[in-house]
């Protein structure tokens, strides 16, 4: 099983970015998909969750600017943030569970800065 987190970058703030979390190696649709973040000397947070069933979740900072998605055909989930603030800056990543596995992406850097 293989998660491939990716489309982090350096975004001025109010911009935009879309991440992507690729899966290869497992049914992708029976897993619920989530992305967390980790900024500097914080704990790793929960930002958003959509299970495999549809049904979505957002963290209080980032409802209403970020969606969660996926693509059970491409085996792909995203992540489209709008509005950035330079408190969204943080290491971002995938998650995947399903009753008795989980499995991490590798992070992917988002920079909010002028």
């Known amino acids: 099983v293989q998660l491939q987190a990716y489309g982090g970058g350096l975004v001025q703030p109010g911009g935009s970015l879309r991440l992507s979390c690729a899966a290869s190696g497992m049914i992708f649709s029976m897993y619920d998909m989530s992305w967390y973040r980790q900024a500097p000397g914080e704990q790793r947070e929960l930002v958003a969750r959509i299970t495999r069933t549809g049904t979505t979740y957002y963290a209080g900072p980032v409802e209403g600017r970020f969606t969660i998605s996926r693509d059970n055909a491409k085996n792909t989930a995203y992540l489209q943030m709008n509005n950035l603030k330079p408190e969204d800056a943080a290491v971002y990543y995938c998650?995947?569970?399903?009753?008795?596995?989980?499995?991490w992406g590798q992070g992917t850097q988002v920079t909010v800065s002028s």
């Open positions: 998650e995947a569970v399903t009753p008795g596995d989980v499995y």
